[in-house]
């Protein structure tokens, strides 16, 4: 793999993360099946079977500054309603940092 597969690999994730976010879709559920509550993230899945599956420090370090490049440069918008004066409610969200940051935690 290349620099350039490794990057177009990580935006498709991204953009099928926008997509769902921009539908008002959230892409990850919580499993309270058993007693300990297990949160299901399949991009954030694919995104560490992506690293772990990398060859070579270079390939890795383009991995994580792409992943940086992608929360600090990324464009995200929150939409806020106000419920009266005193209180606003999230209508609708679009954002990459949930999974940026649940790889951290996997």
Known sequence: MDNDVLQKQIHIIFDREKILLDNNTIPWSVDNSNEDKKMIYDHSNTLVNLYMG??????????????????????????????????YYLSSYSSTGALIFSLYFS
Request: charged share 30%; hydrophobic share 30%; glycine share 6%.
């Open 54 to 87: 990398l060859q070579g420090s270079e390939l890795k370090e383009i991995y994580i500054d792409t992943l940086l490049h992608t929360f600090v440069n990324g464009r995200e918008k929150i939409k806020v309603k106000t419920k009266n004066q005193w209180d």
